[in-house]
């Protein structure tokens, strides 16, 4: 992670030099995609424009070496 926008429901939880390593159960290659149940490649950034205000986002992350699970609804 580079940054996290301001307004970001995670701005709180998510850091600088984390490491994402999943959304919602879904691994993020080293290029930034996931695997859709298609077996089409998508950016994981569409797994979060998808959702809508009040829904759950469940983000793994590693920081500092540790591997955290968050959960936040958007």
């Known amino acids: 992670v580079k940054s ?9 939880l998510i850091k600088t030099d ?3 390593l999943a959304i919602d159960g879904k691994k993020i ?3 930034g995609n996931v695997e859709t149940s298609f ?3 998508i950016k994981f950034i569409h797994l979060i424009r ?3 205000i009040g829904d759950s986002i469940e983000v793994d992350i590693l920081r500092k070496g540790e591997r955290l699970s968050i959960t936040r609804p958007l």
Do not use: E, I, M, T
């Open 18 to 20: 984390d490491v994402l």
């Open 50 to 52: 998808d959702k809508s």
């Open 39 to 41: 077996s089409n490649r």
């Open 29 to 31: 290659q080293n290029d």
């Open 4 to 12: 996290v926008d301001r307004l970001s429901s995670c701005h709180d």
